[in-house]
């Protein structure tokens, strides 16, 4: 008898209660169902506080900005001309097929007027904060950030200028990321000031453009693409968004061309991409081998590993004495 009971000790973070019983239903999930288990002693300690700020201590030690040299993270900026073309579905949506790929991924909410981050991900609630350093919550596999999770819903946010880029460098270095393989950052519509303090402040991001199949759009999504090429950022490529539709077709195939790099996907307009983003269960997680999420899933593969060219950037070169350039 005694084997088919499974004993599971967990320390936790927080000693509040909600999030102690949010944690017991996650792991009473997860463990019930395994063959042979019959009973569950769930033992919840929370952490002592020298337990937590040695934890604190040890990420602070490893912790760094996404795609800092010598990070692996592989980073891409998803914009788009103008609102409303499927940006976040997408982003949301190419996360999650690849966290199925066993990736470790992470979405950067940047469209910080617009956020959608928490709704498309059906998570509403603040990060945990360990000694200043924030923990990203994850859902369907993937680690998220987004302004949305410190403001309400109805409370508009305001920040301009010098305090937009404060608050998307807190959200880059005040949040622990553990160095993803892929970070996504959902950016606002345009070529305005978030793109641009994201481009200073993620060198090694690559653009992937999200355009909708008509040729209106594609022109104004060829503004940003320019911007990116004009600093030197790479191309990721295009998704082409709601195909089959009444936008016409063959814009992503256009823009594509126009600004010499690839379509990577078409993404067909379907009730049910647009349902799995007002249900908080984005369609790649809730049907993953259906058509739509497959050309998704398809479309995340193709992503091209992209390096930002070296030129133009400070590398950490020394000089050790007069006339002698360090060389190991
Ligand atoms: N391929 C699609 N098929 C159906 N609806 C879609 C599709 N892509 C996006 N949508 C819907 O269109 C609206 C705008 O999408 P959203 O991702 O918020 O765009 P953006 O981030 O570019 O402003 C949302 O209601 C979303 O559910
Ligand atoms: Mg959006």
Not at 23 to 45: C, H, K, N, S, Y
Not at 89 to 102: D, E, H, M, S, Y
Not at 200 to 225: H, N, S, Y
């Amino acid at each position: 008898m005694y084997r088919h009971r499974a004993t599971v000790r967990v320390w936790v973070l927080l000693s509040e209660r909600t999030y102690q019983e949010r944690l017991r239903d996650v792991i009473e999930v997860a463990v019930r169902p395994l063959p042979g288990v019959r009973a569950l002693d769930l033992e919840l300690t929370p952490l002592t506080d020298a337990a937590r700020a040695n934890l604190a201590r040890r990420l602070r030690e490893s912790h760094g900005r996404p795609g800092a040299l010598g990070s692996r993270t592989r980073i891409y900026a998803v914009g788009s001309g103008k609102g409303g073309v499927g940006k976040s579905t997408v982003t949301a949506n190419l996360a999650v097929a690849l966290a199925r790929t066993g990736q470790k991924v992470a979405v950067l909410d940047a469209d910080v007027w617009g956020y959608s981050v928490p709704q498309l991900f059906g998570l509403h609630e603040a990060p945990v904060a360990l000694q200043g350093l924030m923990l990203p919550p994850a859902a369907h596999g993937v680690s998220l950030m987004s302004i949305g999770f410190f403001v309400s819903p109805d409370e508009p946010v305001v920040w301009r200028g010098p305090m937009l880029q404060k608050a998307l460098e807190q959200l880059l270095d005040d949040v622990y990321w553990g160095d993803p393989d892929v970070l996504l950052v959902d950016l606002p519509p345009g070529t305005g000031d978030v793109p641009l303090s994201v481009l200073q402040l993620l060198p090694d991001a690559a653009l992937l453009l999200v355009t909708t199949p008509q040729a209106a759009a594609t022109t104004v999504a060829a503004r940003i693409g320019r911007m990116a090429l004009d600093s030197r950022m790479p191309l990721a490529g295009v998704v082409e968004n709601m195909t089959g539709s009444v936008f016409g077709s063959g814009g992503g195939a256009e823009l594509a061309k126009t600004l010499g790099t690839t379509l990577l996907g078409q993404i067909p307009l379907d009730e049910d991409l647009r349902r799995g983003g007002d249900d908080g269960i984005p369609l790649v997680a809730a049907d993953p081998i259906g058509t739509t999420a497959s050309v998704l899933t398809a479309t995340a593969a193709a992503l091209p590993q992209t390096r930002r060219s070296l030129a133009g950037r400070s590398l950490p070169l020394f000089v050790t004495s007069q006339g002698t350039t360090a060389d190991a």
